[in-house]
Each structure stands twice: as structure tokens, then as C-alpha cells.
């Protein structure tokens, strides 16, 4: 198993190109895939009401794009481990833009299905390779860039999602717009992926038993920490909205609103989260985050007054944006395998198939506000957990902890 760690920082290049245009480079590729994977979601109510299907349908089409997802990640690991980053993310961009285009031409609910299934398959692949480069970047300038790096996949959704609005309300259709989408990303990523480094060429050090054993019991404490953290975050996607107009008994516009202000806050504290990495470590930025968040929880669901909800959506997203970020930092950091970065993202995407039915559930029986509570619960666990993440990226001296291939 290929390790990362170096034992002295690195030149700007020498790793199989230049720092500087990787470090560009990864931030498009991160943009253009929180774009493609928005201009799907934001044309899905046309998409479901061209073809005329049923919501359980619907339900069905979407888990086999989730389910294709997290078979994927695992792979990409491997094949970043053999092939390198670079190469993964250009097959899967190609993949990923050519299911887009499908998805436009699927005509029933089972060809939606299939092509979802591929479309997740891509996808998953293409989000494992780009954190990958992500946390190469790191181990090679010593620096904090995840944070802003997912700040920039989240840039990319507000776009797609805007180019969506605007498509709607032209009436473009769906196959016109999803092969534009495509023909516009898939040379942007190609492009941003020509930059990267290799991170196979990183220097290796001799791992001990003991040194992995330790490594695998870290990582299992960070898969905890990333499980709890992206339910959180992903509990705002499901329920949000949701709680907004149902309970709060909100306009549409106004649901649709609080879910929009949570989405800028995940970006902008995305941004500005490498600042903090920087100034307080990444463990305590993790752990005040996950503070401000189940703050910004309980202020939405307990305060009475009509405008709290909304910050406390803001508080929600500034504080859970630094989770998964700094989750993928650490791991890798921890183990320097591609397969550990492909196993917490896993771990991160596979909370979103564990918040609808967990808050769902609870619902039934207590109503969505009480279930909601169960949220800054989970973000304590994070603040309890933060530690395991270490410091961050900085020079250090080399020790026992790489093995031959």
C-alpha cells in the first residue's frame, strides 16, 4: 500500500507537475463536479414529470444512483492507488457527462434507473479521485486546502443549480441542457485534472504492524466522526425545507428560502474554514464548528420567533461544513493510502442513506421538530471526537508509518 507522508516538505514540482497549477487545478475539478451533479438535481421535477412517474418510482431511480455511488468509491481507491488520480478523474468525468447526456434521452422509469445507477457509478468515482488530489495537495505544500476546495464543490452546485432555475424558466429542454452542461464541464475537469500531481510518487517510508494497527484504529474513530458529522449535514438536504413549511408553516418560496441560506453558508464556511485550520489547528475547528451547528439546530427548532429558523440554518451550515473536509484530510494523513480517502468519502455519502430514514422514523413518532433534536446530539459526538484529527498538515519528521506497494 502506497503511503503519503514525506519526511521534508516538497519542491513545487517534482511530483509529476507543478503545485501551484495543481492546487488551481483540483479546485475546478471540485467546482465542475458540485456543477454537474446540481444541473441534474435541479431539472428533477422535470425530469419526473416527463416521463410520468410515480414518486416511489422516483424513490427507486434515485437509491440506485446512491447505491452505484458507494460501490464505486472503494474501486476508485484501488485505481487511484494503480493508475493514478489524474486518470481517474478524466475516465470518470467522461462517464459521469456522457450519463448526464442519458438522462436527458431516458424515456421510462427503468432506463432512468439504469442510467442513474451509472450516473452514481461516475460520480462516485470521480468525488473519491478529486479528494485524493485534494489531500496530495495538502501532504505536498503542508498547507489547509480541503476546506476550500469543497468550498469551491459547493460553488459549482450554486451554479448548476442556477443554470437549472434558468432552464426551467426558459423551458429549455432537458437533453438541450444536459448536453450543454456536459459539453461545457467535462473540458473544464480535463482541463483542471491535466494539473495535478501524482500522488504516487510522494515519497515512502517503512510501516510497522504496529504503526498500521494504530493507523486503522484512528481511522475508525474518523469514520465515526465523518458518519455522525455528514448525517447532520445531510439531515439539512432531507428535512429542512420540509420542517420549514410543514411545522413553521411557511410559504414554499420560503421553505425553499431556508434550505438556500444553508447551502451559501456551507459555502462561504468552506472558504474561510482554511483560515481557521491555519490559525487554531484542525481539530478545534472542527470541534467549534460542530458547536456553532447544533447551536444553529436547536435555535431553529426551539425558538419561537419567525426569523430564527433562518439563522439558525446559517449556524447549521458554517458550523457542519468543516466536517467532511477535515475528515478527508485526516485520514489520509493518517494512513496515506488512497484507500482510506476512498473509505471515509464512502463512509461520508453513505450517511445519506442512513439521515432520511432516521429522522423520518422519528418523526412519525414524535413529530419533526422533536426528531430534528437528535441532530445536535450527533454533533456533540463530533466535538467529543474532533481530537482523533489531529493538528493538521505540517512539516514534521519522518516515522514508521509507509509500506512497499
Known amino acids: 500500500m502506497p503511503m503519503w507522508r514525506a519526511a521534508r516538505p516538497e519542491p513545487r514540482s517534482g511530483v509529476g507537475g507543478d503545485v501551484g497549477r495543481a492546487e488551481l487545478g483540483t479546485a475546478l475539478v471540485f467546482a465542475t463536479s458540485g456543477a454537474v451533479q446540481a444541473s441534474w438535481m435541479s431539472r428533477l421535477p422535470a425530469v419526473r414529470d416527463r416521463l410520468h412517474?410515480?414518486?416511489?418510482?422516483?424513490?427507486?431511480?434515485l437509491l440506485a444512483m446512491g447505491a452505484g455511488s458507494l460501490i464505486s468509491m472503494p474501486t476508485a481507491g484501488r485505481l487511484c492507488r494503480r493508475y493514478g488520480s489524474r486518470w481517474v478523474t478524466?475516465?470518470?468525468t467522461v462517464l459521469a457527462?456522457?450519463?448526464?447526456?442519458?438522462?436527458g434521452a431516458a424515456s421510462a422509469a427503468g432506463w432512468l434507473g439504469l442510467v442513474l445507477f451509472g450516473f452514481g457509478l461516475a460520480c462516485g468515482a470521480w468525488d473519491t479521485a478529486m479528494n485524493v488530489q485534494g489531500v496530495a495537495v495538502e501532504v505536498v505544500t503542508k498547507k489547509h486546502h480541503m476546506p476550500r476546495f469543497h468550498g469551491w464543490w459547493s460553488a459549482g452546485t450554486l451554479v448548476g443549480a442556477g443554470a437549472g432555475v434558468l432552464g426551467a424558466r426558459a423551458h429549455i429542454p432537458l437533453s438541450v441542457h444536459f448536453v450543454t452542461a456536459a459539453l461545457i464541464c467535462a473540458p473544464l475537469c480535463a482541463l483542471g485534472a491535466a494539473g495535478f500531481v501524482d500522488e504516487r510518487?510522494?515519497?515512502?517510508?517503512p510501516n510497522g504492524r504496529a504503526a498500521r494497527r494504530a493507523a486503522g484504529r484512528r481511522l475508525l474513530v474518523i469514520a465515526a466522526l465523518t458518519l455522525c458529522g455528514a448525517t447532520v449535514e445531510g439531515a439539512a438536504s432531507d428535512w429542512l425545507a420540509i420542517y420549514l413549511r410543514d411545522v413553521r408553516?411557511?410559504?414554499?418560496?420560503h421553505a425553499a428560502a431556508g434550505y438556500t441560506v444553508f447551502v451559501l453558508a456551507m459555502a462561504v464556511g468552506r472558504f474561510a474554514a482554511a483560515s481557521a485550520h491555519n490559525r487554531i489547528g484542525r481539530a478545534a475547528t472542527v470541534r467549534l464548528g460542530a458547536l456553532v451547528a447544533a447551536a444553529g439546530i436547536a435555535l431553529s427548532v426551539l425558538a419561537p420567533l419567525p426569523l430564527v429558523p433562518y439563522l439558525g440554518a446559517v449556524c447549521w451550515g458554517l458550523g457542519i461544513c468543516v466536517v467532511f473536509p477535515a475528515a478527508l484530510s485526516a485520514s489520509g494523513q493518517a494512513s496515506g493510502s488512497?484507500?482510506?480517502?476512498a473509505a471515509i468519502t464512502t463512509v461520508g455519502y453513505s450517511a445519506g442513506l442512513v439521515a432520511p430514514p432516521l429522522i423520518g422514523t422519528l418523526a412519525q413518532g414524535v413529530g419533526l421538530g422533536p426528531a430534528l433534536l437528535v441532530l445536535p446530539a450527533l454533533a456533540i459526538v463530533v466535538v467529543v471526537l474532533a481530537p482523533v484529527l489531529g493538528h493538521g498538515p505540517a512539516p514534521r519528521a519522518a516515522t514508521a508509518t509507509g509500506s512497499g506497494p
Do not use: E, K, N, R
Not at 408553516?249 to 418560496?253: E, L, N, P, Q, T
Not at 488512497?338 to 480517502?341: C, L, P
Open 53 to 61: 412517474i410515480s414518486l416511489a418510482d422516483l424513490g427507486f431511480a
Open 90 to 92: 478524466w475516465i470518470a
Open 97 to 103: 457527462c456522457a450519463a448526464l447526456v442519458g438522462l
Open 201 to 205: 510518487l510522494l515519497p515512502t517510508v
Open 249 to 253: 408553516a411557511v410559504s414554499h418560496a
Open 338 to 341: 488512497t484507500d482510506a480517502v
